[in-house]
């Protein structure tokens, strides 16, 4: 399924502020990935709101690290696929560079997600971390999105016989 591209740098079109986000790199878009998204669409569609995944590009770990061996599970081609597979009405690309990099935990809520793209909520893995030096966490991504009027909603790990289903394991 085609579903539109968004971009963070990019004014939200209207019919996709209120959105409910998942939020996270999906590389891979494996178990851990879908049941992220999942609870996000699931909130989206109880809602009558829109669902959109939203990832990172270049993934943070190639920024910070440029000669890194990270190895990129799936194009944001691919993954423009599988959202859309999974149920998405959208993606939306928070393009990692210098800006995203240096900007605060709170600006990121506060002024990205709630003013720049409208978001109603965000779901997130357990593990989340954002803005400047990661100082950001779940507890903090609450706090902040209570604020501003969204919701956040952090799933665990989801396991298989040898453990969490992680991008890193898959790696």
């Keep these: 399924m ?13 019919a996709f502020r209120g959105a409910v986000m998942a939020l996270g790199n999906f590389d891979g878009f494996h178990l851990g990935h879908q049941a992220v998204a999942g609870e996000a669409i699931g909130q989206a569609k109880a809602a009558g709101k829109p669902a959109i995944i939203a990832t ?10 440029p000669d890194s061996p990270h190895i990129r599970l799936t194009t944001l081609d691919q ?9 998405a009405d959208a993606m939306l690309v928070f393009d990692f560079d210098k800006a995203m990099a240096a900007t605060s935990a709170e600006d990121f809520v ?11 909520g ?3 893995g357990e593990d989340f971390t954002f803005g400047k030096g990661r100082s950001g966490s779940v507890a903090s991504l609450r706090a902040l999105g209570e604020t501003a009027g969204i919701t956040a909603t952090a799933m665990g790990p989801v ?9 890193s394991r898959i790696r």
Excluded: C, K, W, Y
């Design 122 to 124: 965000v779901v997130t």
């Design 110 to 120: 506060r002024e990205l997600l709630d003013r720049q793209l409208g978001a109603s």
């Design 2 to 14: 085609n579903i539109p591209r968004l971009h963070s740098s990019e004014p939200m079109p209207s």
């Design 159 to 167: 396991t298989d016989v040898q453990g969490i289903i992680s991008s």
């Design 79 to 87: 993954r423009q696929r599988l959202f859309g597979e999974a149920g």
């Design 56 to 65: 990172f590009d270049p993934h943070p770990v190639r920024f910070f690290v």
